[in-house]
């Protein structure tokens, strides 16, 4: 089993205004529902609502822009970190004139 990917090796998949990849699956050994990945937002307004039954991480690494989880709506850009916990509604936007938001999620299981 292959234990490492390039992002350059996997395919996007396009979204209502965001691409995303998936790296790290149980194709490459991950377990418990475990997945990496990687999306880069390119519309100014909300346009995808995650809502999942596993909570799921965030770290911006490019792009400015505004998220909402749940209730909660505030700024993010290259650093920031959160957290969508299971079952609750979250969405990514850029802000005008920024370049796109990429940033790394993963999702874990939740017991």
Known sequence: MRYHVHEDD???TAGNGLTYKS???EQFGAVNGFVLGMTEYYAEEYQNVG?????EGFYVIAGEGTARIGDEEFPIRPGASLIAPKGVPHSVKKSP???PVKLIWAHAAVD
């Not at 809502?51 to 909570?55: F, K, S, Y």
């Open 10 to 12: 996997v395919h996007a």
């Open 23 to 25: 790296l790290i699956t």
């Open 51 to 55: 809502l999942h039954e596993t909570q």
């Open 97 to 99: 004139g920024s370049f």
